[in-house]
T-cell receptor, first 113, second 112 residues
Framework: DAGITQSPRHKVTETGTPVTLRCHQT?????MYWYRQDPGHGLRLIHYSYGVKDTDKGEVSDGYSVSRSKTEDFLLTLESATSSQTSVYFC????????????FGSGTQLSVL | KQEVTQIPAALSVPEGENLVLNCSFT??????LQWFRQDPGKGLTSLLL?????REQTSGRLNASLDKSSGRSTLYIAASQPGDSATYLCAVDQTGANNLFFGTGTRLTVIP
């Protein structure tokens, strides 16, 4: 398996609180992505990064921010969590062209009550 | 906006059977189409990637085809095994878009 670690694996939080999810890679890959997976919607891109301090929005970026201060770490922050952000969050990485040969982490199950 | 559809949502087959999973997409302006496998509680594993200029790709017992003009791809699994049980997702990398567009997957169960 590619060296991708997501933390935490599970989190329960309350509406209105900030939440940060972490993705750590040991592969030194250039591209990193945050997706969410919801029943009936498939995976949808939240944000992605193409290098340190270089990020761009995805399809469902509202309510989320990201930071990448080091090659190996990509943080996803929910600024004020809402129940609609209850989901499974996946981090992915790729080395070559963007969106090719993605390796995924095991996911974070987030519940916002 | 690109729409990716996978039908059926679930499929059960006896071990040893050959099977085909289907994926359709609405916009043919794509860079590539990818097939992934997802086991319960796990992330996705990349299986095959077909560039827009290609017609098919093979890896072991898996063969994926692409007909861009009709907006269709199939994943053929030969001699299915219980270990093939998983959800299979297709995803399209669309020209001019930042993200992959994923289908909702077909959940495959191979019965021993």
């Amino acid at each position: 398996d590619a060296g991708i670690t997501q933390s935490p694996r599970h989190k329960v939080t309350e509406t209105g609180t900030p939440v940060t999810l972490r993705c750590h890679q040991t592969e030194n890959h250039r591209y990193m992505y945050w997706y969410r997976q919801d029943p009936g919607h498939g995976l949808r891109l939240i944000h992605y990064s193409y290098g340190v301090k270089d990020t761009d929005k995805g399809e469902v970026s509202d309510g989320y921010s990201v930071s990448r201060s080091k090659t190996e770490d990509f943080l996803l922050t929910l600024e004020s969590a809402t129940s609609s952000q209850t989901s499974v969050y996946f981090c992915a990485i790729s080395e070559g062209a963007v969106n090719e040969k993605l390796f995924f982490g095991s996911g974070t199950q987030l519940s916002v009550l | 906006k690109q729409e990716v559809t996978q039908i059926p949502a679930a499929l059960s087959v006896p071990e040893g059977e050959n099977l085909v999973l289907n994926c359709s997409f609405t916009d043919s302006a794509i860079y590539n189409l990818q097939w992934f496998r997802q086991d319960p509680g796990k992330g996705l594993t990349s299986l095959l990637l077909i560039q827009s200029s290609q017609r098919e790709q093979t890896s072991g017992r898996l063969n994926a085809s692409l007909d861009k003009s009709s907006g269709r791809s199939t994943l053929y699994i030969a001699a299915s095994q219980p270990g093939d049980s998983a959800t299979y997702l297709c995803a399209v990398d669309q020209t001019g878009a930042n993200n992959l567009f994923f289908g909702t997957g077909t959940r495959l169960t191979v019965i021993p």
